[in-house]
């Protein structure tokens, strides 16, 4: 949601024009998949690989539609996520296209809410976990970015498993939501999710208003009933294999991305269940005493970010401007480098310290399931109440 702060805005809109540099707008920050706090934005350092400026003329130096500083709003998910797009995407954006864009940093259930209730005059662009898509699609919130060949020309080059809900939302990265070990408090390598959950012995548990949350509750409905992972599971099951085989090794709940990585390398516990790849590829690449189980049994849980364009965006145009360079080959490999993610463009390429941390490829992504996220929304509430007396 833009800032109502017209002295800011129009500051920043100096800036801009000077030379200067560009402003952020301050947002709400925290994560349905991991994440808090809040902190101003900035995109005035990123690398933008590019020497358009406007023209004058209706396009830019570079033939790119001139918006003539119009502004446009981008909701984003929280941590490697956020810092990336204000890095790379925004500036070259802005720069392509003559754009000021404002960004708020929410979680994807706070960005579903700021859909629902400001559903005539939402923000511009949405970019939430695939679980959000489901529920904006199901509500009519989305533009479907299919229905806009030429202006998101981009979308024909992403694997059609990366196209969500009819084109409601298209993902721009993929990983695994897993769980982690430290290596050092390990005499073996778990082989199973299973395996992790009841040997540790000293977890961390993911907060069930996390996305996580579920779907370690699937997993252990999953592994409970012998079912697939991705089908309306009996949770009951599942509640009671966690009280007897997880519950005895809990020794906290992590309530933030830092802390969870800080208890984690520290030893002060043994495992996080479960956790996002891309969290943790700036720890292994420091060469922190960690091991993402990635492709455990059952089939691991898929995680995909993607965007959005609202249906009644104010600058509907511009919107899908952003959403085409966020699905760009350019972009996905800044990704990958920066998070150690897989690409969804069939012209893109997996960073190759990505590929050694263990970043899923478009083939290796069928290994993967997303839950039935339909099921999780209708029994969220009910599920986390019981899960709150499990694990009081």
């Known amino acids: 949601m833009p800032s109502n702060d017209r002295g800011n805005q129009d500051r920043r809109r100096f800036l801009k024009l000077s030379g200067a540099g560009t402003l952020g707008i301050t947002g709400l920050a925290g994560c349905l998949t991991g994440g808090g706090g809040s902190s101003a934005t900035s995109t005035s350092s990123g690398d933008t690989s590019s020497d358009e400026t406007s023209s004058g003329s209706g396009t830019t130096s570079s033939g790119a539609k001139d918006f003539g500083g119009k502004e446009i709003s981008v909701m984003l998910n929280v941590g490697a996520i956020s810092t990336i797009h204000k890095k790379y995407l925004i500036p070259r954006v802005e720069e392509k296209y003559n754009l000021n864009i404002n960004t708020q940093t929410a979680v994807t259930t706070?960005?579903?809410?700021?859909?629902?209730?400001?559903q005539d005059s939402p923000p511009d662009v949405v970019v939430p976990d695939v679980i959000g898509i489901e529920k904006a699609s199901r509500k009519g919130w989305l533009e479907p970015l299919t229905d806009h060949p030429d202006a998101v020309p981009e979308v024909d080059n992403i694997y059609d498993k990366f196209v969500h809900y009819d084109g409601a939302g298209v993902s721009w990265e993929v990983g695994e939501v897993l769980p982690v070990i430290n290596t050092s408090l390990w005499?073996?390598?778990?082989?199973?999710?299973?395996?992790?959950?009841?040997?540790?012995?000293?977890?961390?548990?993911?907060?069930f208003s996390w996305s996580g949350g579920p779907y370690l509750l699937l997993m252990a409905s999953a592994i409970?009933?012998?079912?697939?992972?991705?089908?309306?599971?009996?949770?009951?099951?599942?509640?009671?294999?966690?009280?007897?085989?997880?519950?005895?090794?809990?020794?906290?709940?992590?309530?933030?991305?830092?802390?969870?990585?800080?208890?984690?390398?520290?030893?002060?516990?043994?495992?996080?269940?479960?956790?996002?790849?891309?969290?943790?590829?700036?720890?292994?690449?420091?060469?922190?005493?960690?091991?993402?189980l990635f492709r455990l049994e059952p089939a691991g849980v898929a995680f995909a970010e993607a965007v959005g364009v609202t249906k009644n965006a104010p600058n509907q145009e511009a919107a899908f401007a952003y959403a085409n360079e966020c699905l760009s080959p350019w972009f996905q490999e800044k990704a990958s480098a920066a998070m150690g993610c897989g690409v969804t463009n069939k012209n893109a390429t997996v960073n190759a310290k990505a590929k050694e941390f263990g970043a899923v490829t478009s083939d290796e992504f069928d290994q993967l399931a997303f839950p039935d996220f339909g099921y999780i929304w209708e029994n969220r509430s009910d599920w986390a109440e019981q899960w709150n007396n499990t694990f009081s």
Not at 110 to 118: G, I, S
Not at 241 to 251: A, D, F, G, I
């Open 224 to 292: 409970a009933t012998g079912n697939s992972f991705n089908s309306e599971l009996d949770v009951q099951a599942g509640f009671d294999w966690l009280e007897t085989n997880l519950k005895p090794n809990v020794t906290t709940t992590y309530q933030g991305v830092a802390s969870a990585k800080q208890q984690l390398a520290s030893g002060n516990v043994d495992a996080l269940n479960l956790f996002w790849d891309y969290m943790l590829f700036d720890m292994w690449k420091r060469g922190a005493s960690i091991d993402p």
């Open 110 to 118: 706070t960005q579903l809410t700021k859909l629902q209730a400001n």
């Open 187 to 207: 005499d073996n390598t778990p082989q199973s999710h299973a395996d992790v959950m009841k040997n540790s012995n000293s977890t961390a548990l993911v907060p």
